[in-house]
């Protein structure tokens, strides 16, 4: 990575797939275009479980993304729009599922 926080390779920012693994098990997989996040962002527990989805654009997140708990459960779901206060909504749940919270932007 270079000081603007670009992934780099071979002395160029980097467009394509950035996977990462520990232990030897993909734990993320992101596109990348001219170094930034760009594209699809996906990460895994260890198990293979998903752990969280969604799209960024130019290193934000756009769109829907969301996240689980290790047993599967919904652990949240964030929506955000292009605009400077990007965050629109957003809810989370326990590992049961329960609801705890859910919140929306008014923008009336």
Same mark, same amino acid.
């Given at each position: 990575?270079? +000081? ?5 390779? %071979?002395?160029? @920012? &980097? ?7 520990? $232990?030897? =098990?993909?734990? $993320?997989? +992101?596109? =990348?275009?001219?170094?930034? @996040?760009?594209? !699809? $962002? ?8 998903? %752990?969280?989805?969604? /799209? /960024? #654009?130019?290193?934000? @997140? !756009?769109?829907? &993304?969301? *996240?689980?708990? @290790?047993?599967?459960?919904?652990? $949240?779901?964030? &929506? ?9 909504? *957003? *809810?989370?749940?326990?590992? %049961? ?7 929306? #932007?008014?923008?009336?």
């Amino acid at each position: 990575m270079d +000081d603007a926080q670009r992934v780099i390779y %071979r002395g160029e @920012p &980097f467009t394509g797939e950035v996977a990462e693994y520990q $232990s030897g =098990h993909l734990i $993320s997989l +992101d596109e =990348h275009t001219n170094g930034v @996040p760009n594209g !699809l $962002s996906r990460e895994w527990y260890q198990d293979g479980t998903l %752990r969280s989805e969604g /799209v /960024v #654009r130019d290193g934000r @997140p !756009l769109g829907e &993304f969301k *996240e689980w708990h @290790p047993n599967g459960v919904m652990k $949240s779901r964030k &929506f955000s729009d292009r605009t400077l206060v990007s965050l629109c909504e *957003e *809810e989370t749940w326990d590992e %049961r599922g329960v609801l705890l919270t859910s919140w929306r #932007r008014d923008d009336g």
